[in-house]
């Protein structure tokens, strides 16, 4: 990231800001940063901000003012920890998504900067949209202080003149969303997400976790016009709505985890794909029409969509900048395009656009050159068989960044196999080991009690069992054998579960290596296609 300069608003701005709020008549003092920092970047690819110095995450597009806005969260949490630590809102401008030429606000707004009634933190997705009065609506989840709800996140509104602010609360009273007001709810209240009509009229849509409401707003972009209306007819949803209208037909983007391995979303049900459906109102029925955006490289998924300048564009969050994972994300944007050739029109797939892969380098491990198939296939949708050769090793891994086999009856033993197009040179393995129980356990994940490796014998058409040393299983590093060359087509590493006697727990890898006896180029293989449990030649 390049710093060209640090923009400070004068005290005379503030002092117009606050005469601004009681023009407006809305209680409360207007809230906005005296020196709100901004930074002129220039981004050559995706995601924008790509340096790890601030994570961006849940955008949320705008067009205005002839320039195109991504007002995004940030997060903050430390390597290795899986929470959404979020403490405030940043803000990305351009004139030309394509120009990677952006303005950068880092410290946009807090939540308990504009909302007196909201805890710090937990500056969740959020959206700021133009009204009818063409002033800026700021509709953002935050936890509402001292709130006796179940669940206590609630949904507030600010309003300013511009994009970038001053914002005052436009409901200084509380949120205008939550379990107890208007009308009581048992959802989590968060991603808001609202379109004005071409008539004007207001609807908001909001939700997460399978659960979805509507509902029309009064012309105050406050206060519920009817009751809400609970959706279906999305299959999949699981959060992050995002409804805009294209050609009089209401479109409705969301992250879906409809999950198997035969889903046209998702293998792993913690990884969401960007789903779609249409309809012909506001407030539905909506129907579905399919995937526009595929998995990411973190498990969250959260689609912006807007027009500029007669072309489409959708931001979405990844874990690829440096030190990005699933609680470090950075926002992204490409272009989205249309098949206007069937009515409604559908969205066509986007292909994801990213940085150029580092040159690659010499390496041991053929397994990125290896495809995949375990005992347990298809392979419960917690996990993900990807994970064996994905060359990630992660701190503190969640379920799909590991091969697993959990399951309510555990066998003595599983297995997992590499299959290469041709037979290659093996003189070593490491395998990297997770487990939430210790060695001895007859339950849950936990190391196995012993492992091996066999190789496929072409000349005898059978696995045959490779002598080695095989050490203990360990979690938190790597565990390692050396054996006499073998060559062969393919590789099967086999583990005894670990057992109280009773019953078995499970085993689950993050990464096996199988290892050349020099270094090499390795060119990755087609993970979606399974090897063969016998060692079938590959097609």
């Given at each position: 990231?390049?710093?060209?300069?640090?923009?400070?608003l004068?005290?005379?701005?503030?002092?117009?800001?606050?005469?601004?709020?009681?023009?407006?008549?809305?209680?409360?003092?207007?809230?906005?940063?005296?020196?709100?920092?901004?930074?002129?970047?220039?981004?050559?690819?995706?995601?924008?901000l790509?340096?790890?110095?601030?994570?961006?995450?849940?955008?949320?597009?705008?067009?205005?003012?002839?320039?195109?806005?991504?007002?995004?969260?940030?997060?903050?949490?430390?390597?290795g920890?899986?929470?959404?630590?979020?403490?405030?809102?940043?803000?990305?401008?351009?004139?030309?998504?394509?120009?990677g030429?952006?303005?950068?606000?880092?410290?946009?707004?807090?939540?308990?900067?504009?909302?007196?009634?909201?805890?710090?933190?937990?500056?969740y997705?959020?959206?700021?949209?133009?009204?009818?009065?063409?002033r800026?609506?700021?509709?953002?989840?935050?936890?509402?202080?001292?709130?006796?709800?179940?669940?206590?996140?609630?949904?507030?509104?600010?309003?300013?003149?511009?994009?970038t602010?001053?914002?005052?609360?436009?409901?200084?009273?509380?949120?205008?969303?939550?379990?107890?007001?208007?009308?009581?709810?048992?959802?989590?209240?968060?991603?808001?997400?609202?379109?004005?009509?071409?008539?004007?009229?207001?609807?908001?849509?909001?939700?997460?976790?399978?659960?979805?409401?509507?509902?029309?707003?009064?012309?105050?972009?406050?206060?519920?016009?009817?009751?809400?209306?609970?959706?279906?007819?999305?299959?999949?949803?699981?959060?992050?709505?995002?409804?805009?209208?294209?050609?009089?037909?209401?479109?409705?983007?969301?992250a879906?985890?409809?999950?198997?391995?035969?889903?046209?979303?998702?293998?792993?049900?913690?990884?969401?794909?960007?789903?779609?459906?249409?309809?012909?109102?506001?407030?539905?029925?909506?129907?579905?029409?399919?995937?526009?955006?595929?998995?990411?490289?973190?498990?969250?998924?959260?689609?912006?969509?807007?027009?500029?300048?007669?072309?489409?564009?959708?931001?979405?969050?990844?874990?690829?900048?440096?030190?990005?994972?699933?609680?470090?994300?950075?926002?992204?944007?490409?272009?989205?395009?249309?098949?206007?050739?069937?009515?409604?029109?559908?969205?066509?797939?986007?292909?994801?656009?990213?940085a150029?892969?580092?040159?690659?380098?010499?390496?041991?491990?053929?397994?990125?050159?290896?495809?995949?198939?375990?005992?347990?296939?298809?392979?419960?949708?917690?996990?993900?068989?990807?994970?064996?050769?994905?060359?990630?090793?992660?701190?503190?891994?969640?379920?799909?960044?590991?091969?697993?086999?959990?399951?309510?009856?555990?066998?003595?033993?599983?297995?997992?196999?590499?299959?290469?197009?041709?037979?290659?040179?093996?003189?070593?393995?490491?395998?990297?080991?997770?487990?939430?129980?210790?060695?001895?356990?007859?339950?849950?994940?936990?190391p196995?009690?012993?492992?091996?490796?066999?190789?496929w014998?072409?000349?005898?058409?059978?696995?045959?069992?490779?002598?080695?040393?095989?050490?203990?299983?360990?979690?938190?590093?790597?565990?390692?054998?050396?054996?006499?060359?073998v060559?062969t087509?393919?590789?099967?590493?086999?583990f005894?579960?670990?057992?109280?006697?009773?019953?078995?727990?499970?085993?689950?890898?993050?990464?096996?290596?199988?290892?050349?006896?020099?270094?090499?180029?390795?060119?990755?293989?087609?993970?979606?296609?399974?090897?063969?449990?016998?060692?079938?030649?590959?097609?």
């Amino acid at each position: 990231m390049h710093l060209v300069r640090i923009t400070t608003l004068s005290k005379a701005w503030f002092s117009r800001a606050s005469l601004l709020g009681t023009l407006l008549g809305l209680g409360g003092p207007v809230m906005a940063n005296s020196a709100l920092e901004a930074r002129q970047v220039t981004s050559a690819s995706n995601p924008i901000l790509s340096d790890g110095q601030d994570y961006t995450t849940d955008p949320a597009t705008l067009v205005a003012n002839g320039k195109f806005y991504i007002l995004t969260g940030r997060d903050t949490a430390e390597s290795g920890v899986n929470d959404f630590v979020m403490p405030e809102w940043q803000m990305l401008v351009t004139d030309d998504p394509k120009s990677g030429r952006w303005t950068h606000y880092p410290h946009f707004l807090k939540p308990d900067e504009v909302f007196k009634w909201a805890t710090p933190g937990r500056a969740y997705a959020a959206q700021i949209v133009q009204g009818p009065d063409k002033r800026f609506y700021f509709y953002a989840p935050v936890m509402q202080e001292g709130s006796t709800n179940k669940d206590g996140f609630a949904i507030g509104v600010a309003v300013s003149d511009s994009p970038t602010g001053p914002w005052v609360d436009a409901h200084p009273s509380g949120p205008v969303v939550s379990q107890s007001y208007p009308v009581k709810n048992d959802i989590q209240n968060i991603d808001p997400t609202v379109l004005i009509d071409d008539d004007g009229r207001i609807y908001m849509y909001w939700g997460t976790f399978g659960r979805l409401k509507g509902v029309e707003l009064e012309r105050d972009m406050v206060t519920f016009k009817g009751t809400p209306v609970d959706v279906t007819g999305l299959k999949g949803f699981f959060e992050a709505p995002w409804i805009f209208k294209r050609k009089g037909v209401y479109y409705m983007a969301y992250a879906g985890n409809t999950a198997g391995p035969d889903s046209e979303c998702t293998e792993a049900v913690y990884y969401a794909c960007i789903a779609y459906g249409t309809a012909t109102s506001p407030l539905g029925p909506w129907t579905y029409r399919g995937v526009l955006l595929d998995p990411v490289s973190s498990t969250t998924s959260h689609p912006g969509i807007s027009e500029f300048k007669g072309k489409w564009y959708v931001a979405y969050h990844t874990a690829d900048a440096k030190g990005g994972g699933h609680f470090r994300r950075s926002v992204a944007v490409d272009e989205l395009s249309w098949d206007d050739s069937v009515n409604p029109p559908l969205i066509e797939k986007v292909e994801q656009t990213r940085a150029a892969a580092p040159v690659p380098q010499p390496q041991r491990n053929l397994a990125p050159a290896a495809r995949v198939v375990a005992s347990n296939s298809p392979v419960p949708v917690q996990y993900w068989i990807r994970a064996l050769n994905d060359g990630k090793v992660r701190q503190a891994p969640l379920p799909p960044d590991t091969w697993g086999t959990w399951s309510p009856n555990n066998p003595k033993q599983q297995w997992v196999v590499y299959q290469w197009e041709q037979p290659l040179k093996v003189n070593g393995t490491r395998l990297y080991f997770w487990a939430d129980q210790p060695a001895g356990s007859g339950i849950g994940v936990a190391p196995p009690k012993a492992w091996h490796l066999e190789y496929w014998s072409d000349a005898d058409k059978d696995w045959k069992v490779i002598t080695a040393s095989y050490p203990q299983a360990v979690t938190g590093a790597w565990t390692e054998a050396s054996f006499d060359t073998v060559s062969t087509r393919c590789l099967k590493a086999v583990f005894d579960a670990s057992t109280d006697g009773k019953t078995n727990a499970a085993v689950a890898v993050q990464e096996w290596e199988a290892l050349y006896p020099k270094a090499v180029l390795v060119e990755a293989a087609d993970t979606k296609v399974p090897a063969s449990p016998i060692c079938v030649p590959l097609e």
